[in-house]
């Protein structure tokens, strides 16, 4: 089993940033981040592999959202650019058995309990 621990959402205005930490209680293979609006179904933000080496990114956040890990903290980030209004969410942290980059919710096994991201003026 293993728990995460999202922090750092809030609000923000459009175009600032936030940045998102995610802390596992143990090390962990693929991590990923997902967010969800309210009606409107959970969806892929970034995702990032055991080593840290391969990464994946929504086309909506490509070039704007940055994500990390500290292996030797077990934690994962989320640096969060030109914030704009659509991005409004909550954020979830997610960790997976597979050692490759994943993209998809049922591909997850862990989840945090999310973290509220609001951009807005």
């Known amino acids: 089993q293993v728990q995460l621990v999202e922090s750092g959402g809030g609000l923000v205005q459009p175009g600032g940033s936030l940045s998102l930490s995610c802390a596992a209680s143990?090390?962990?293979?693929?991590m990923g981040w997902f967010r969800q609006a309210p009606g409107k179904e959970r969806e892929f933000v970034a995702a990032?592999?055991?080593?840290?080496?391969?990464?994946n990114y929504a086309d909506s956040v490509k070039g704007r959202f940055t994500i990390s890990r500290v292996n030797a903290k077990n934690t994962m980030y989320l640096q969060m650019n030109s914030l704009k209004p659509e991005d409004t969410a909550v954020y979830y942290c997610?960790?997976?058995?597979?050692?490759?980059?994943?993209?998809?919710?049922?591909?997850?096994?862990?989840w945090g309990q999310g973290t509220q991201v609001t951009v807005s003026s």
């Open positions: 997610a960790a997976a058995k597979w050692t490759t980059v994943r993209v998809e919710v049922w591909d997850y096994d862990y």
């Open positions: 143990r090390r962990t293979y693929t």
């Open positions: 990032i592999n055991w080593s840290g080496g391969v990464t």
